[in-house]
């Protein structure tokens, strides 16, 4: 097994002057939107490096890519999840962007993004897509399962976010060293989103434009099928996330249910001194332990997850936060001036 780390050049002028800025572009048959993607992204912030990701385009993608300046490399496993995983893996930066290759967001606002990481300084910036309604960029429904989604993650998780799908992101070192990326396709947002949101790490959102894909190019995109693992996913995070909440959810059902079947049985019971349905005597008591069960599962999980959220949090804190070049140097002369 080869671990192949790649580390970025360090800006030389401008306002990243000594930060080592990389950019990280997946594609699948872009070969009409990714030039136009890099091009944005170079003369919105001087130095940059961008990455472009191909995952077996069967276009000119990667020679479309190469020809603009970018950096080409192949992630042969299908989905967007699988080259995130790849690039956080294989790149070593201070500050990390991402944005998707079908020339859809404003790469424009790639410099505005970067500046407000560093303003903070922040962990995580997310561009929450601006939609012109007269003339919408999302395809039918998408608009509606976002605010749904984002709904539901507020609600489940405690903490509102308003375009949790967006592909456009900016991230410090340290959250993309901490964060374990799973997930193999589109469900990759929802997984950022949620890592966010469990480690509490200072994020902000920043609204970026958002437009129809160049003529000529395709959407990626298959609704139902994305929006079902989406869901698939959010169960499965809750579960993991939240397990005793979880738990008592089910349990709670499965003692309602219980009680349901056994109050007119005790009823009865107590007139007669019989016990007339005895099946449903012996499903009811089954369903009240599974209940109990269900319970004490979830305040196990419940201290394991505590455990996990302590290992990933130091994991977090292994990593310093990226600060402009010129307040890290005053902080180093502070450091000097105190040990003195």
Known sequence: MLLLCVSVSKIQGGPFAGLEVAAIVPCYNEEVAVGEVIEGLKAAVDGITVYVYDNNSTDRTAEVAAQAGAIVRTEPRKGKGNVVRRAFGDIDADVYLMIDGDATYEAAAAGLMIETLLSGPYD??????????EASAYRAGHALGNRMFNKLIGRLFGEPVTDMLSGYRVFSRRFVKSFPALSREFEIETELTVHAVNLRIPQVEVPVGFKDRPAGSESKLRTYHDGFRILRLITSLLQYERPLAFFSAVGAF???VSVALGIPLLVTYLHTNEVPR???????????????????????????????QEAARLAY????PVLPPAQTALELAALDRVQR
């Open 278 to 308: 005895l099946p449903t005597a012996v499903l009811a008591t089954g369903l009240a332990l599974i209940a109990i069960l269900s319970l004490v599962v979830g305040l196990i999980l419940n201290g394991v997850l505590r455990q996990r």
């Open 254 to 256: 499965f003692a309602a």
């Open 317 to 320: 804190l292994t990593y310093p």
């Open 124 to 133: 995580h910036v997310l561009g929450v897509r601006t939609d012109d309604p």
